[in-house]
């Protein structure tokens, strides 16, 4: 079994700056890609960023030049570095990880953490 844990979420004004942190642990768990996706009421889980297991990024369109998707392997933590953060940020933030093609697609991630809360005011 594999457990996520985010944290760092919080309620920022527009134009301020976050980041989320999550560390993925388990027996025998191997990371081959790490992601981050967000929703908001209402709205599908969307992907924001992945990482796969040679550090390789993406990053969505919505959010690129602003978010910064980063793993430090020493400490086995994956952050979200969100600058410049815009009301329509606001949203439930997950990290989710899984073994397969490292896509900002919901249904390849095994394993998702319970969410962090972004709150961006105006």
């Known amino acids: 079994q594999v457990e996520v844990v985010e944290s760092g979420g919080g309620s920022v004004q527009a134009g301020g700056s976050l980041r989320l942190s999550c560390v993925a642990s388990?027996?025998?768990?191997?990371?081959?890609?790490m992601a981050w996706f967000r929703q908001a009421p209402g709205k599908a889980r969307e992907g924001v960023a992945t990482?796969?297991?040679?550090?390789?990024?993406n990053v969505a369109d919505s959010v690129k030049g602003r978010f910064t998707i980063s793993i430090d392997n020493a400490k086995n933590t994956l952050y979200l570095q969100m600058n410049s953060l815009k009301p329509e940020d606001t949203a439930m933030y997950y990290c989710?990880?899984?073994?397969?093609?490292?896509?900002?697609?919901?249904?390849?991630?095994?394993?998702w953490g319970q969410g962090t809360q972004v709150t961006v005011s105006s």
């Open positions: 989710a990880a899984g073994q397969g093609l490292c896509l900002l697609a919901p249904y390849v991630y095994n394993y």
């Open positions: 990482i796969n297991s040679v550090d390789s990024t």
């Open positions: 388990g027996n025998n768990y191997k990371r081959i890609c």
